[in-house]
């Protein structure tokens, strides 16, 4: 990879896998207003409980978007990114998005900006994005061919009319190549994201992730569709089905080449802060936000500066590492990890809010998804429902591990035929992941003991 690209991502927790252990981002709600209509989305506003794109709790004004960057970039010292991502489209409510970017250049010159669209609008604000130094754009790209388009967007509002049918996906298909192309040739940094429908694109994305690679496209993020009746959707009201785990991990997969494919992404809502697997925007509310701040880069720099030593340190022992493993197989295992961040396993099974996945064969170590589970542990008691949701979750894969897990759950992981230890707490992941492998292939007896202890 060009090192000008490296620079670029390196401390971009969307548009690369490491940088998501390390660096947190916020999403800005300043631009509700959109310009087309999704059948799988339905934005909403003063929403808590559901976490997906286009939700928020409460939309901002660009005054306030600038204090809750201010508040964010003094007590978060992971911040790298401050994005727009709706609730509606950044381009396309494109006064407000200016009217907060500007200003954050200005106060928080040390972290990099970014927003998201659906294209349509895109073609206008091209330069504009290049003057404010926006360097990362995210366009949501579902189809190639308008046909596929009708079954995706009722309609559309360009150019002071509204379009249905074939006439409106054709116009949008159009307005995202060409936005596409003019964010390639100016240098920007363009990641696609494309929702997987079951039954409606979901072989078409083959087609999408050529398209997006031929126009320079860097990354390609194969999102599942995300539907239930309560979002209120047409796809969630009609009960269009999600993809399954198994069905989104083959075509990322099949799409995998000289455009990154993205496997870390958590579908963010529309107002999110922090590291991508701890989101902190509760914290953050309006009301409690001081009336005037000033930006304190120091705790910025002074994490950058030590997550620089840590990735040195994790190069050098990764060195060690056996993979790619010599051995009598070729044999693949799936491996749930639980962790806070900063590429190690470093959280308890029972505090787990998710599960990184992986899979490792001599080939190699690769994140394939990540699983959001409830707590299993509250106030030091296991709740038995909990506990086996989760193992009805991980059920198929081949070993968990995490810093520390009871017997108790040791047990119950171990009767639905998936082992779990907890001996290498501390350890980097894909050095913990190739230790358990390099033992299966060669039957190392000096591995750590997956034991159980049956009452």
């Known amino acids: 990879m060009a090192p000008a690209i490296i620079e670029k991502i390196k401390d971009h927790p969307c548009f690369s896998r490491e940088a998501h252990l390390y660096f947190a981002r916020m999403h800005l709600a300043v631009a509700p207003a959109c310009n087309i209509q999704c059948n799988y989305c339905n934005r909403k506003y003063d929403c808590a409980n559901e976490s997906r794109p286009g939700v928020a709790s409460h939309r901002l004004t660009p005054d306030q ?11 978060v010292p992971q911040l790298s990114v401050v994005g727009i991502a709706g609730p509606g489209d950044a381009c396309y409510d494109w006064r407000k998005t200016k009217a907060t970017l ?52 009722p309609w559309i509002f360009y150019d002071g009319r509204r379009y249905n049918g074939i006439d409106a996906s054709r116009i949008l298909h159009e307005r995202q190549m060409l936005g596409l192309e003019m964010l390639a040739e100016r240098g920007i940094l363009i990641k696609v994201n494309s929702v997987m429908i079951p039954g409606v694109n979901d072989e078409h994305l083959i087609d999408v992730n050529k398209w997006v690679k031929d ?36 075509l990322r997969d099949r799409l995998e080449g000289d455009t990154k494919v993205m496997r870390h992404c958590r579908q963010c809502r529309a107002d999110a802060v922090g590291l991508l697997s701890d989101d902190r925007a509760n914290e953050f509310k309006i009301s409690q936000l001081p009336a005037e701040a000033t930006n304190d880069s120091g705790k ?66 690769g994140l394939i998804g990540h699983l959001k589970i409830d707590p299993y542990c ?10 086996n949701s989760i193992i009805n979750a991980l059920e198929g894969l081949d070993l968990l591990i995490c810093s520390q897990i009871g017997n108790g759950p040791t047990n119950k992981l171990a009767r639905r035929g998936v082992p779990a230890t907890g001996a290498y707490g501390g350890s980097y992941i894909e050095q913990a992941i190739d230790a358990h492998y390099s033992a299966v292939l060669h039957h190392d007896a000096s591995a750590p003991r997956l034991e159980t202890h049956f009452d």
Not at 308 to 315: L, W
Request: aromatic letters at 6%; one cysteine or more; charged letters at 20%.
């Open 300 to 365: 910025r720099h002074a994490y950058r500066k030590l997550i620089e030593r840590e990735r040195r340190a994790q190069t050098l022992e990764a060195r060690g590492a056996a993979i790619p493993v010599s051995g009598p197989s070729d044999e693949l295992l799936l491996i749930a990890v639980t962790t806070k961040g900063g590429g190690r396993v470093n959280e308890h099974f029972g505090h787990a809010q998710e599960l990184q996945i992986f899979s490792v064969c001599q080939k190699g170590i």
């Open 102 to 153: 500007i200003p954050i250049a200005r106060e928080i010159p040390d972290v990099k900006l970014c927003i998201s669209t659906n294209g349509l609008a895109l073609p206008e604000h091209v330069d504009e994005l290049v003057d404010m130094n926006v360097g990362h754009v995210t366009i949501t790209i579902n189809m190639v061919d308008p046909k596929i388009g009708t079954k995706i967007y």
């Open 215 to 250: 126009r320079g496209a860097f990354m390609h993020n194969v999102m599942p569709l995300i539907s239930e009746p309560t979002h209120g959707t047409f796809y969630g009201m009609n009960y269009q089905r999600c993809p399954t785990p198994s069905e989104l991990i083959a």
């Open 378 to 387: 509250l106030g030091g008691w296991g709740e038995e429902a909990t506990l």
């Open 65 to 75: 978007a600038l204090r809750r960057a201010m508040a964010v970039a003094n007590e």
